[in-house]
């Protein structure tokens, strides 16, 4: 072989070297690229699904407080009625007891 043919297979296989780093390099950033983009989708699903659970969550606990306060609502005014029918119960006693106070007074 001549020495301008060793050059020459030189020249091509630095060439060929350059190309086979520009292709890994090139191919190096899209698979950057595309890691990148596909873990912005996997953040933004996160996202998604955090405030479906957020808003799940919300919904459960207000069913809970409405339940709740149904249920408190609900023994206030049976706690009402109850007072209520004590209190009619107790009225001819009052009415009694305060015509003899006034009784009691005026014989005084």
């Known amino acids: 072989m001549a020495n301008n043919e060793i050059l020459s297979e030189i020249k091509k296989a630095e060439e060929d070297a ?3 780093v520009s292709e ?10 595309q890691a990148r983009t596909e873990a912005r989708q996997i953040i933004e699903d996160g996202e998604e699904d955090a405030v479906k659970t957020a808003q799940n969550a919300l ?14 609502v ?15 119960s107790n009225i001819p006693k009052a009415v009694n007891f305060l015509l003899e106070e006034f009784e009691r007074e005026i014989r005084v």
């Open 59 to 72: 919904r459960s606990g207000e069913a809970e407080i409405d339940a709740k306060r149904n249920e408190i």
């Open 74 to 88: 609900e023994e206030g005014v049976r706690e009402a009625e109850s007072v209520a029918m004590k209190s009619q």
């Open 18 to 20: 350059k190309k086979a």
């Open 24 to 33: 890994a390099t090139e191919s190096k950033n899209q698979k950057i690229a």
